[in-house]
Structure formats: C-alpha cells, structure tokens
C-alpha cells in the first residue's frame, strides 16, 4: 500500500489507536482519525437497507464524522488499522491531507458513475491496484481482502453480477484471482463498451 505524500510532520504526540478488521472507529465531533496503516471505508445506507460505500480510504488519508454530511454514517476496519486520533483544533496541519481526500473521493465518484457495470468494476479494479496495490511479476496484486458483495456495494451493482464479471474478467486474462487477493495483470489493453 502507498502512504500519502502528506502525513502530518508534528502528529508523532498523538494517540495512537488499533483496530481490528470489522470494528467501527468511534465518531467524534472534535477529532479526525488519520490512518497509519490498513485500510477503512466510509459508509451510509438508505431507508431500504441498502448500503452505499462513500470511500476507501488507507495511510495517511484523514477519516472522521466532520468530513462528511451523510447520516447515518459509519467508518469500518477493512483491515487491522492503526490511526492517530487528530483534534479538528489541529486540522489547519491536515490541509494538504485533506486536498488528497477530496481527490480520492472524486476518483471514486468518477468510477461509481461509469454506464456500464463492467467498466465500472474494471475501473474500480484499476483504481485498488493504483491505491492499494503492490507490484509483482504479473502486475499489481490488490491484497485488499474484499468479498464480492463489498465489491457490488463499491459500485452499485449485485453480488451475481460481480461474481459473473470477474469470472469473465479472468477468462479474458483481465486479473487473475487467488484465494482473498487480485492481481490485475500487466500489459492488458482496457476493453471499451459502447452503448448505441
């Protein structure tokens, strides 16, 4: 996983806290958590239960209640995380962290609005491997653990849908799957679909 570019130079005397994978992070008014390790979504969900992924966010990006208007709101451990609790009375330290959260998010937002479900997914694939991805032979191996039903949430689309577009993702030579990990592989043209 890559680390921001802007971890705060002067956060080294806060408190750090750990997590384990599936626990929620505490929602404060007055504090931010800055993550030092692991990985964490944001999220909300809608009358009818359904859950919408607001963002997936690793080292060094800033998480917190403050950031975000949606209510009912929730920041959950997709990893064992460790964070550095960070007052809001700091967050003129956290400028630049900041920017790079708002980027993220309008990666993510661009991805969420592709026409098509498989372009959708494969650019969500894309953006993991970029984001949380480490190099190998192959290409990049995502070993962010995702079940297909986070995945389907991640983009809106079904779990059967998710299963049947990786399956056909891997027969292409698209990604190659191993037991919780990815590897989007090196050297694959993108597929383009079109709508008429």
């Not at 949430?153 to 299963?163: P, Y």
Request: glycine residues 6%; hydrophobic residues 40%.
């Amino acid at each position: 996983m890559t680390a921001s570019p802007f971890l705060l130079p002067s956060s080294a005397h806060l408190k750090r806290r750990t997590f384990s994978r599936r626990s929620l992070l505490p929602l404060e008014q007055n504090y931010l958590w800055q993550i030092e390790t692991g990985v964490v979504r944001t999220l909300t969900w809608l009358e009818d239960g359904t859950t919408i992924t607001l963002g997936l966010w690793g080292p060094g990006d800033i998480v917190g209640r403050v950031l975000s208007k949606a209510d009912p709101y929730q920041i959950e451990c997709l990893t064992l995380v460790e964070v550095k609790v960070l007052p809001v009375s700091k967050c003129q330290e956290a400028t630049e962290s900041m920017i790079l959260h708002i980027q993220q998010f309008q990666e993510f937002i661009e991805i969420l609005h592709c026409k098509s479900v498989d372009a959708s997914l494969l650019r969500l694939l894309t953006w993991l491997a970029k984001r949380f991805g480490r190099e190998i032979e192959q290409g990049k191996q995502i070993d962010l653990r995702l079940t297909h039903q986070e995945i389907a949430e991640l983009i809106g689309a079904t779990r059967v849908t998710v299963t049947r577009l990786l399956n056909e993702f891997e027969k292409r030579g698209i990604i190659q799957r191993l037991p919780h990990r990815f590897i989007v592989l090196q050297e694959q043209q993108p597929f383009w679909h079109y709508e008429i």
